[in-house]
């Protein structure tokens, strides 16, 4: 189960920019921002890296990116698997 700020995370990674990730998640562009902010602080590590105006993902934001895919996904199956028993 995902952490609502991962979640805004892998929006961000899906689209590459705040504030359409915050019109996407429906939230302010500022919550977004401390969304990341704080997955920043506590794994201690930059998710994203400017060059001029675009952003890009980091190595260690594209290893978040790539584990909380897997867990979302993981957790998918789970719900179906579930989902089948009953």
């Known amino acids: 189960m995902l952490d609502h700020r991962t979640e805004t995370f892998m929006a961000v990674c899906s689209v590459m920019n705040y504030r359409e990730a ?5 939230i302010t562009q500022p919550a977004v921002t401390q969304h990341i902010h704080y997955l920043e602080k506590l794994y201690h590590i930059k998710l994203f890296q400017h060059d001029g105006k675009k952003l890009l993902l980091s190595p260690a ?12 996904s993981d957790e998918q199956f789970m719900k179906e698997q579930i989902s089948r028993l009953s």
């Open 61 to 72: 934001g594209k290893i978040l990116l790539r584990t909380a895919s897997a867990i979302k």
């Open 22 to 26: 915050a019109e996407l998640l429906h």
